[in-house]
């Protein structure tokens, strides 16, 4: 079983509407958790780092939250753009096994116009 | 460009051959991570480096996969022999250090092996 198991698997929305992106996790104890946004041929880049003490963590229009007593996270984007096309990755650092990340399979959003 | 360099980008080999991956971090960091990332699945810890040092290679094959990170130069991630199903996108990473820090990705290198 996946230790990080995101959803939904792939969204549409239109252009200029909110999504929720949803990631569950097990690995435990973590150090941090974080979500990446890769586009397709690209390597992912960092949007949001949280410590496990941390509940919200903004990066413009992105804003993600942690709730580690249910070791669920949320992504939040809002007012989406047609750029923000792209896989969201979650990932958990792994505190047992020298913080190694441990990644989601990502959720494939489509924004159109 | 300051960012992580991947080359090369694609790379095509046949059965039995070898596969040599290049990788040379953001300037100033002096840790460097390879992943393996298959299609429809999230990227897998391979192998986690320091300047001359394997630190953590827990998530690389025993056989015919090694790694390295020179004092000079970018590190390598080398396949031997390489199988078919070798074939995947394979991303380094770099950071100036552990726990917290973000990990800096480059656009990988596509494997494909004929």
């Known amino acids: 079983k996946n230790q990080v198991e995101q959803s939904p698997q792939s969204l549409i929305i239109l252009e200029g509407k909110n999504c929720t992106l949803q990631?569950?996790?097990?690995?435990?104890?973590?150090?941090?958790l974080r979500w990446y946004k890769q586009d397709t041929g690209r390597g992912p880049v960092s949007l949001t780092i949280?410590?496990?003490?941390?509940n919200t963590k903004s990066n413009g229009r992105y804003t993600a939250t942690l709730d580690a007593d249910t070791k669920q996270s949320s992504l939040h984007i809002t007012a989406s753009q047609l750029s923000d096309s792209a896989s969201y990755i979650c990932?958990?650092?792994?505190?047992?096994?020298?913080?190694?990340?441990?990644f989601g399979a990502g959720t494939i959003l489509r924004v159109k116009s | 460009n300051a960012g992580v360099m991947q080359n090369p980008r694609h790379l095509v080999r046949r059965r039995g051959q070898e596969a040599r991956l290049r990788c040379s971090p953001m300037?100033?960091?002096?840790?460097v991570y390879w992943y393996r990332q298959l299609p429809e699945e999230g990227l897998k810890f391979m192998v986690y480096?320091?300047?001359?040092?394997?630190?953590?290679e827990s998530g690389m094959p025993k056989e015919r996969f090694s790694a390295e990170f020179p004092k000079e130069g970018p590190s390598i991630l080398r396949i031997q022999q390489v199988v078919r199903g070798d074939s995947a996108a394979y991303f380094c990473?770099?950071?100036?250090?552990?726990?917290?820090?973000?990990?800096?990705f480059g656009d990988g290198t596509r494997l494909s092996i004929l």
């Open positions: 990473a770099s950071s100036n250090g552990q726990g917290n820090r973000p990990q800096h």
């Open positions: 990631c569950n996790y097990t690995v435990s104890p973590f150090s941090n």
């Open positions: 949280m410590t496990f003490s941390e």
């Open positions: 990932v958990v650092s792994d505190m047992e096994y020298g913080n190694k990340l441990v």
């Open positions: 300037k100033g960091h002096s840790h």
């Open positions: 480096l320091q300047k001359e040092n394997i630190i953590d």
